[in-house]
């Protein structure tokens, strides 16, 4: 069962959240650098706490003073814990508005997460009435959430994760909260407006390598280029190291939960710091960009070979 929050503290929380939400704009700007980014967590509580334990805490005595943390959404289904991942990231956002941000990903969306485990987990957890009014004030929630946030000017964190061709960001700067996502088998029928949001919140196959399919490479060259952007974060990809450089930089894919779905060879987990340099203050041999201004990216990873040694060293006990 579910015992750290009653479904009326549960439900008196989302409200709040919703409150907050509604006010920020679809595609968040001014999100200056330090700056956490964190990938997708699918329901893994202890990962998302391991992120908090190794790479500081959003606390008074951690770093949330000074950093703003950025989460790329698919909080919720595969994993066992949701619930607690989603009480967490909204006790986080309704204490640290402005230090938090909330993306929405491709499992936040009733669509996916009634079938994807958010509603079983529910139903088992919960029970009763409790499990469908928790599940429709988290889905609520889902749809205040904003799509994308500018980090530092120069960096796009997504939280679909998928970039359709000939996309701008003019076009999810016109969509309106709360935002309902047409169902997939709406695609020969939907109008324009909800195409977008069907190619947006597709689920093609992650790569194990953390890339975008062949096909799309061009397409982020091509958005970077003409949005002024330097790169752009997805976090919807499982990525063997945890994080992902691909297209000369362009693309950068970061997984924060440790050990996909259980898969034999397993993942690491990592989320993505961005720093800035001031003019004179340049390492790595990297030049200022022309506003005089370096942002450096760095992951932060928890490795798999970890948990597979703590997990031996319990089979032994």
């Known amino acids: 069962p579910f015992a750290a929050a009653t479904a009326e503290q549960f439900c008196a929380l989302c409200k709040e959240a919703v409150r907050l939400l509604e006010g920020e704009e679809m595609v968040i700007t001014g999100v200056q650098p330090p700056v956490k980014i ?15 334990k190794w790479h500081q805490p959003p606390t008074k005595d951690g770093d949330i003073k000074y950093n703003t943390y950025v989460f790329l959404g ?16 909204l006790c986080l956002k309704v204490t640290r508005k402005a230090s938090v941000v909330l993306l929405r990903g491709r499992h936040e969306n009733r669509h996916l997460n009634y079938h994807d485990g958010l509603w079983r ?27 994308a946030a500018v980090v530092g000017d120069r960096i796009l964190a997504l939280g679909p994760g998928t970039l359709p061709p000939s996309f701008s960001l003019d076009q999810l700067r016109f969509y309106r909260k709360p935002l309902a996502l047409p169902h997939a088998a709406q695609q020969g029928a939907a109008k324009p407006a909800d195409r977008l949001l069907l190619d947006l919140f597709s689920h093609a196959s992650p790569s194990r390598q953390g890339g975008l ?6 397409h982020v060259r091509a958005f970077c280029s003409k949005h002024g952007l330097a790169a752009v974060v997805t976090g919807d990809q499982v990525c063997p190291r945890g994080f992902s450089f691909r297209d000369g930089g362009q ?42 201004v370096v942002l450096h990216l760095r992951p932060r990873v928890l490795t798999a070979r970890t948990a597979r040694v703590y997990r031996t060293l319990r089979r032994k006990r």
């Open 38 to 52: 964190f990938g997708a967590l699918h329901g893994q509580i202890v990962d998302l706490l391991s992120h908090f």
């Open 74 to 89: 698919d909080y919720v289904d595969r994993g066992g814990y949701s619930l607690e991942v989603m009480l967490v990231l």
């Open 121 to 147: 987990e529910c139903e088992q957890r919960l029970g009763g009435n409790d499990q469908r009014v928790v599940y429709e004030h988290l889905n609520y929630v889902f749809e205040h959430l904003s799509l």
């Open 213 to 218: 399919p062949e096909p799309r490479r061009d």
């Open 251 to 292: 693309h950068i894919a970061v997984a924060s939960c440790l050990n996909y779905c259980d898969l034999p060879e397993g993942n690491d987990a990592a989320i993505l710091c961005v720093t800035r340099s001031r003019p004179g203050q340049e390492k790595d041999g990297q030049a200022p960009e022309d506003n005089g």
